[in-house]
């Protein structure tokens, strides 16, 4: 199982853009890399999930090196209400397989007015 | 309603009790997750399951027992409940891979999460 680790806090202002880290190095060729976010008494919630060079949405960038050891998430312009917990979990179902996706610890980002 | 649902939110209950966690989708997800949240900590994996009748330990099983008779429908079962399972307890589904290339298919839909507190 591929083992990621992540800074374990951030601080950030208002406007600000936001890269999150997450290093990899056993990542193996079926896994995806998936971003989840989380709220204080919520469950994780998905942000965004690459294979790899660069993938945009609504809410983020995730950007990948070719070789996948390492992945950024980017988000832009943050605002108060992205102050939460960021998980990056590296892992893929492949049919008729187990695989286990587990969380690590999480960066910890504090956005301040 | 549509989505994963967990019951009870809230639970206090002594040590050596039984406790059983719902957790109900209605999507008809192949996969479905328990994990437990630790106060400052992440989440662990405690049992998971590829589908009705196949489950399998995550990092965490001790203690802990699931089964999985109907696809929609994971429950998690603590025989004997002790302090040290004091914890916020998540579950989540995820639909069935297709294989490389299915972007999306393994993407995780928590519940709300349940809070347990064990006297």
């Known amino acids: 199982l591929a083992k990621t680790t992540q800074p374990i806090s951030m601080d950030s202002y208002e406007g600000q853009e936001v890269n999150i880290t997450c290093s990899h190095n056993n990542i193996a060729t079926n896994d995806y890399i998936t971003w989840y976010q989380q709220f204080p008494s919520q469950g994780p919630r998905f942000i965004i999930q690459?294979?790899?060079t660069k993938v945009t949405n609504e809410v983020a960038s995730l950007f990948i090196p070719a070789d996948r050891k390492s992945s950024t998430l980017s988000l832009p312009r943050v605002s108060l209400s992205d102050t939460a917990v960021y998980y990056c979990?590296?892992?893929?179902?492949?049919?008729?397989?187990?695989?286990?996706?587990?969380f690590g610890a999480g960066t910890r980002l504090a956005v301040h007015p | 309603d549509a989505g994963i649902t967990q019951s009870p939110r809230y639970k206090i209950t002594e040590t050596g009790r039984q406790v059983t966690l719902m957790c109900h989708q209605t999507?008809?997800?192949?996969?479905m997750f328990w994990y437990r949240q630790d106060l400052g900590h992440g989440l662990r994996l405690i049992y998971y399951?590829?589908?009705?009748?196949?489950?399998d330990k995550g990092e965490v099983p001790d203690g802990y027992v699931v089964s999985r008779s109907k696809t929609e429908n994971f429950p998690l079962t603590l025989e004997s409940a002790t302090r040290s399972q004091t914890s916020v307890y998540f579950c989540?589904?995820?639909?069935?891979?297709?294989?490389?290339?299915?972007?999306?298919?393994?993407?995780?839909?928590f519940g709300a999460g349940s809070r347990l507190t064990v006297l």
């Open positions: 979990l590296v892992g893929a179902f492949i049919s008729g397989g187990y695989n286990k996706l587990i």
């Open positions: 989540a589904s995820s639909p069935q891979a297709l294989g490389q290339g299915s972007f999306g298919a393994n993407v995780l839909t």
């Open positions: 999507w008809s997800h192949s996969y």
């Open positions: 690459g294979y790899k």
């Open positions: 399951s590829a589908a009705a009748d196949i489950t």
